[in-house]
């Protein structure tokens, strides 16, 4: 494990109105490690993980990203950087209903400049990773929950984003399904050196990673190496 950690989040506090969500959340995520966030439902994983992830504001403390303060980026800075170094999966529509789901994986890939052939030849090698190459021309609502989350994977990872952020990846799926995505992410994340922070429920998906923090509270209570 480096020394130096990627991703650090420091005695973040964050209220929703009177609801505290964080209130002195700290963490680190070091590159190529699988972190899981447990912990009882609104104890602040998701809250957490969208600070991490820079899609939501801290009241206070900081995310420093490769040396980087997240928190005191301009907004189109923080989209860049998130669009060019940081994947995310969630588990509800989170693929574009008009497009095929050759055309979600390819997108990111687009929006990052890349040539329709060039986008379209990478998005069908990730479907294929993710043994899903047979919807590639289905449009997400033809696609059963597991392929869909199996698209999201491909389309989360299809820009080599240094992290992933994944929020209850495998929890509509069935234990089988939810298994198998959780393998091929994993494995797929640890082949392109991708670290992934991941909230779940279960421990069967805590499971794949190689640290587990448990936040109550609003707080990271403790943080044990798995395994
Ligand atoms: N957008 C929001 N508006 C108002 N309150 C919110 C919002 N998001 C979260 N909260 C509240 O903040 C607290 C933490 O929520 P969060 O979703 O981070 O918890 P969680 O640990 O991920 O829960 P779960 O396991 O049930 O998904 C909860 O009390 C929740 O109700």
Redesign the pocket.
């Known amino acids: 494990m480096p020394t130096e950690p990627l991703l650090v989040a420091e005695h973040l506090r964050l209220s929703?109105?009177a609801?505290t969500?964080l209130e002195d959340a700290s963490v680190a995520v070091h590159a190529g490690e699988v972190l899981a966030l447990m912990?009882?439902?609104?104890?602040?994983?998701?809250?957490?993980l969208h600070c991490l992830g820079g899609i939501l504001h801290p009241d206070a403390g900081r995310v420093t990203y490769a040396g980087r303060d997240l928190t005191a980026m301009h907004d189109s800075e923080r989209s860049a950087l998130r669009r060019s170094e940081l994947g995310f999966v969630f588990q509800f529509g989170q693929l574009v209903p008009e497009l095929t789901c050759l055309e979600n994986v390819a997108l990111p890939l687009r929006l990052n400049g890349a040539s329709r052939r060039a986008a379209h030849r990478s998005a069908s090698a990730w479907l294929e990773r993710l043994e899903v190459l047979d919807v590639a021309a289905k449009r997400p609502g033809q696609v059963s929950g597991g392929q869909g989350q199996r698209v999201a994977v491909a389309r989360a990872l299809v820009t080599r984003p240094r992290v992933v952020f994944a929020d209850?990846p495998t929890g509509a799926l069935d234990s089988l399904n939810g298994e198998r995505v959780m393998q091929l992410f994993v494995a797929a994340a640890r082949e392109t050196g991708a670290a992934v922070v991941l909230?779940t429920?279960e421990a069967r998906v805590a499971a794949y990673s190689d640290r587990e923090a448990v936040?109550r509270d609003g707080r990271v209570r403790t943080v044990e190496y798995a395994r």
């Open positions: 929703f109105g609801t969500a912990g009882p439902s609104g104890s602040g994983k998701s809250t957490l209850e909230v429920h936040v």
